[in-house]
């Protein structure tokens, strides 16, 4: 069984940072997953907005190229997404997901940002 967790979200005022993480419960996920991130904000349908295959290979959603970046940790199990200048339709409850032979979703982590 697959587990991912989220952390970091929160809230912050436009143009601030935040970085979430995503720990997932095996090692076996990054080295045979891919991974991702992806975010659904108020009335919204879910949205790719970053992942990253067992290559490294990685790609971002034009809406945040530039300001947000993914990264992993692979001896930690860990899945970053580092968000600057974030703007107010960057609000959304932001998941974590593993690609595997089958799909698995964190619960999912709220990121809030005003004016």
């Known amino acids: 069984q697959v587990e991912l967790v989220e952390s970091g979200g929160g809230s912050v005022q436009v143009g601030g940072s935040l970085m979430l993480s995503c720990k997932a419960s095996?090692?076996?996920?990054?080295?045979?997953?891919?991974m991702g991130w992806y975010r659904q904000g108020p009335g919204k349908e879910r949205e790719l907005v970053s992942r990253?295959?067992?290559?490294?290979?990685?790609v971002t959603a034009d809406s945040v190229k530039g300001r947000f970046t993914i990264s992993q940790e692979r001896a930690n199990n860990m899945l970053f997404l580092q968000m600057t200048s974030l703007q107010i339709e960057d609000t959304a409850v932001y998941y974590c997901r593993a690609d595997c032979t089958a799909t698995y979703w964190g619960q999912g982590t709220q990121v809030t940002v005003s004016s």
């Open positions: 990253i295959n067992k290559n490294g290979v990685t």
């Open positions: 095996s090692g076996y996920i990054f080295k045979s997953c891919g």
